[in-house]
């Protein structure tokens, strides 16, 4: 019988030895390599974050020329002495509207009431074809005249009613009437134009609208007077 003998033995095996020059060669090679790629993506990264910042600066800097030349043409522009005059002209004229409303709101005018309250009477009150020409207020809003125009004279008892309706004018009554028909005068003197009915010809003159004046007169002349 025969027997055998096993000679294998893994402490006889020849080892490798990774700290020898040759593998450290080859590991430097490989990390040298990853620290290039990495240098040259970064690089690159780097290079087109500059070129983004380099437009944007020269971006900026053309608006900033922009803002330089628009305020030195705004700080050399002058105003037009015209357009100032006219403004300067519209504050007076406003100031002088809203001191006028305020005396007459308040009453500064001779009346306790002021006389808005009869200023919306009359524009409340005026029925169609009738329309007036002035009024006069005493003081304290007593001896008051009226003057106007109407189509018919039927209109104006419509319109005394009417504003006897209205608180300003309660209590108040007229001692007198004028009426009066103006006499033929041209077109535009004393008469309304009206259109030409419609088939007549283009060229035929529009027919004036006759009307008659009337006073109420509650009161001797010599008040102050208001016009609308």
Request: charged share 20%; net charge positive.
């Amino acid at each position: 019988m025969s027997q055998q003998i096993n000679l294998y033995n893994p402490a006889f095996l020849k080892r490798r030895d990774w700290l020898t020059a040759r593998p450290l060669v080859a590991i430097a090679g490989v990390l040298l390599l990853l620290v290039v790629v990495a240098a040259v993506f970064a690089s690159y990264q780097a290079r087109q974050k500059q070129i983004v910042a380099d437009d944007l600066a020269a971006k900026l800097k053309d608006r900033q020329a922009e803002v330089v030349a628009l305020t030195a043409q705004i700080t050399g522009r002058k105003p037009d002495p015209a357009v100032l005059a006219q403004v300067d002209d519209s504050k007076l004229q406003l100031k002088a509207r809203q001191e006028v409303m305020a005396a007459v709101e308040g009453g500064a005018i001779g009346s306790s009431e002021g006389f808005s309250e009869f200023l919306r009477g009359f524009a409340r009150q005026t029925p169609q074809g009738l329309w007036l020409t002035g009024f006069t207020i005493g003081s304290g809003g007593k001896d008051m005249e009226i003057r106007g125009r109407m189509l018919t004279d039927t209109l104006l008892p419509e319109y005394v009613k009417r504003l006897s309706a209205e608180k300003a004018f309660k209590g108040r009554s007229f001692a007198g009437l004028d009426l009066r028909r103006p006499a033929s005068s041209p077109p535009g003197a004393n008469a309304i134009q009206t259109p030409a009915p419609a088939g007549t010809a283009a060229t035929q003159a529009a027919q004036p609208v006759r009307y008659i004046e009337f006073t109420l007169m509650p009161r001797p002349q010599g008040a102050p007077e208001a016009r609308p």
